[in-house]
């Protein structure tokens, strides 16, 4: 709902309307194009409309844009469908620099009520936002962006019954898979080589063919590419009957170039099906490889670590070969040792405060902790101090225990100014054990915080949250120690009640619950574990403050309860 220039009150009715009451103001009844003709509001009758809310400062706004250009050009032919800019640019310059490159109508810049008033009605709260209305102005789908980015013009005419047609093709699809079936589009039946030279997709039929899916830009995937070409070559190499088809989400031709590590095969640059086969595939990580067998079906759904550890001894990455590996990792593990851990040829020290070398040998026997981190992360900022503190507590009663900063900060003045504030020890900046290590522990995000106890053997992937929860109390990391601190837990709320009822917050009864940390909403100081609590209103109370008020009424004079043993006050 909006007040528009004339002071009346206009609601948009979704359910259906005119596009002129939805799209016109008092004294205006046209919509302009890039070279400032106006265009009048009722020539959009019968057609089908997407408003299209975008930015110039947007960078998913521009990475969207041409696709929907794309799809626009497309449909054009038919002339029943037409999309409708709605700007949330701040100048009338980027306004007018952003709209010289769309091909269809806007809401003129100056009109910034008309602008604002439709974001409400159709739930705008990120751009890009694409609403796809058919002829009478009834919204077919506010969901535009995404089927723009999966359907492409084949979404069209937008209608959830075509929609579900395309996605039960796709489930069809799925069950009939061949390499035919995941490579072809109705307009290419081939793929490329790193020249440019066409080899057609039927001559990967019988093979064992690895879709992987890169972009240059991304340091993970570039680093893999080198180590998939050394795998891919020794392969051709042996004879096997194994091809790559890279599948590159870079977003221009030099990227897609570079991506290229080695003589296999693409799909064209930019090529629709790109994206098609990221949602196929359900695409969730970089680097991801997956693995289609020889008659077509999908092997494996992402082959990338084991080819990153294993090399090319994961081949031919079947199930069986994937039990083998595991099996191999396990008993990897059980002979773990730090220094089959840390060293690495020649590498056998880790960095002292003072620049010196301290060989990993002198370490075997310590619990460590392998913190990931880098400095321009902000939750690794954010947990450091936290670590800091840990750190200290647990030094200050066990001289046995130690923490290396593992670094993936971009530049040494990075890594040395992010240091400088650790207590610690550190492999070196660059150093080549770290890709190693992020692969052996699958780091794949950060802050990251490993235990290896005093065998060298690892505890938990999972110090961060126990030294979040639990603090220097979670030392040494055991599950030993949690089931302790489970007890101790358990044995703290021992008698107390499981509701209550409290003056503070009469809306609602408060229920005991385990909470990691809080805020008291009476006495606003820091809590931990166990608060009374209110989920509807995200209540919290400190059982020292619910079970406060409760004892001094349970109490006769003289008397002090606590729990469930009153005993006389002294």
């Known amino acids: 709902m909006a007040e528009s220039s004339n002071n009346v009150v206009e609601t948009i009715n979704l359910d259906c309307h005119d596009f002129k009451s939805l799209l016109s103001s008092s004294d205006r009844d046209f919509l302009v194009r890039n070279n400032g003709d106006q265009v009048k509001i009722d020539?959009?009758?019968?057609?089908?409309?997407?408003?299209?809310?975008?930015?110039?400062?947007?960078?998913?706004?521009?990475?969207?844009?041409?696709?929907?250009?794309?799809?626009?050009?497309?449909?054009?032919?038919?002339?029943d469908f037409e999309v409708i800019f709605i700007s949330a640019d701040?100048?009338?310059?980027?306004?007018?620099?952003?709209?010289?490159?769309?091909?269809?109508?806007?809401?003129?810049?100056?009109?910034?009520?008309?602008?604002?008033?439709?974001?409400?009605?159709?739930s705008v709260k990120g751009i890009p936002h694409l609403v796809l209305l058919d002829e009478n102005g009834k919204v077919l789908t506010e969901e535009g962006v995404e089927i723009i980015r999966e359907y492409g013009e084949e979404g069209y005419p937008f209608t959830p019954e075509k929609i579900q047609e395309l996605k039960d093709l796709e489930e069809e699809a799925k069950k009939e898979q061949s390499i035919k079936t995941i490579l072809v589009s109705r307009s290419r039946d081939f793929v490329v080589t790193?020249?440019?030279?066409?080899?057609?997709?039927?001559?990967?039929?019988?093979?064992?063919?690895?879709?992987?899916?890169?972009?240059?830009?991304?340091?993970?995937?570039?680093?893999?590419?080198?180590?998939?070409?050394?795998?891919?070559?020794?392969?051709?190499?042996?004879?096997?009957?194994?091809?790559?088809?890279?599948?590159?989400?870079?977003?221009d031709e030099e990227s897609f170039k570079q991506s290229f590590g080695a003589p296999w095969l693409a799909l064209p640059s930019k090529d629709k099906s790109c994206e098609k086969l990221a949602r196929y595939f359900e695409l969730s990580t970089l680097p991801t490889v997956v693995i289609i067998g020889p008659d077509g079906k999908t092997l494996h759904p992402n082959a990338a670590d084991a080819i990153d550890e294993h090399g090319i001894v994961a081949y031919p990455f079947t199930p069986e070969k994937f039990a083998e590996l595991k099996e191999i990792e396990k008993a990897s593990e059980a002979t773990q040792t730090l220094e089959s851990v840390l060293v690495s040829g020649g590498l056998d020290f880790?960095?002292?405060?003072?620049?010196?070398?301290?060989?990993?040998?002198?370490?075997?026997?310590?619990?460590?902790?392998?913190?990931?981190?880098?400095?321009?992360?902000?939750?690794?900022?954010?947990?450091?101090?936290?670590?800091?503190?840990?750190y200290k507590k647990i030094k200050e009663k066990d001289d046995a225990f130690e923490v290396?900063?593992?670094?993936?900060?971009?530049?040494?003045?990075?890594?040395?100014?992010?240091?400088?504030?650790?207590?610690?020890?550190?492999?070196?900046?660059?150093?080549?054990?770290?890709?190693?290590?992020s692969r052996k522990f699958k780091v794949q995000g950060i802050p990251m915080l490993i235990a290896l106890g005093p065998t060298g053997k690892t505890?938990?992937?999972?110090?961060?949250?126990?030294?979040?929860?639990?603090?220097?109390?979670?030392?040494?990391?055991?599950?030993?120690?949690?089931?302790?601190?489970?007890?101790?837990?358990?044995?703290?709320?021992?008698?107390?009640?499981?509701?209550?009822?409290?003056?503070?917050?009469?809306?609602?009864?408060?229920?005991?619950?385990?909470?990691?940390?809080?805020?008291?909403?009476?006495?606003?100081?820091?809590?931990?574990?166990w608060s009374f609590y209110c989920e509807e209103c995200d209540f919290d109370l400190h059982p020292k403050c619910a079970l406060e008020k409760e004892t001094k009424a349970d109490a006769k004079e003289g008397w002090v309860c606590d729990g469930e043993v009153c005993t006389r006050a002294s």
């Open 43 to 79: 020539s959009l009758k019968g057609k089908k409309v997407g408003l299209y809310f975008s930015a110039s400062w947007c960078g998913p706004c521009r990475r969207f844009t041409p696709n929907l250009i794309e799809v626009y050009t497309e449909l054009s032919t038919k002339g």
């Open 350 to 390: 880790v960095l002292g405060k003072d620049g010196a070398k301290v060989k990993v040998a002198d370490l075997v026997g310590k619990t460590i902790l392998l913190y990931f981190s880098a400095h321009w992360c902000p939750p690794c900022r954010a947990f450091t101090p936290s670590l800091v503190e840990v």
């Open 459 to 529: 505890i938990t992937k999972e110090a961060r949250s126990l030294v979040m929860a639990h603090g220097a109390d979670a030392y040494p990391f055991t599950k030993e120690r949690l089931k302790e601190i489970e007890a101790q837990i358990e044995e703290m709320a021992k008698g107390w009640p499981e509701k209550l009822k409290d003056e503070r917050h009469e809306e609602h009864e408060l229920v005991l619950t385990r909470r990691s940390n809080y805020v008291c909403n009476v006495c606003d100081e820091m809590g931990q574990v």
């Open 90 to 122: 701040e100048d009338e310059e980027s306004f007018n620099g952003y709209f010289s490159k769309m091909p269809w109508l806007a809401i003129p810049f100056s009109d910034s009520e008309a602008r604002k008033r439709l974001d409400e009605p159709y």
């Open 404 to 437: 290396i900063f593992i670094s993936s900060d971009r530049d040494q003045s990075s890594f040395d100014d992010y240091y400088s504030g650790m207590p610690w020890l550190a492999l070196p900046f660059n150093d080549a054990r770290k890709s190693s290590l």
């Open 194 to 251: 790193s020249d440019g030279s066409k080899v057609p997709v039927s001559e990967l039929e019988g093979k064992t063919v690895g879709i992987y899916f890169s972009a240059s830009s991304f340091k993970p995937s570039a680093d893999f590419t080198q180590q998939l070409a050394e795998v891919y070559s020794k392969l051709k190499e042996n004879g096997e009957k194994f091809e790559v088809v890279m599948i590159s989400l870079d977003d």
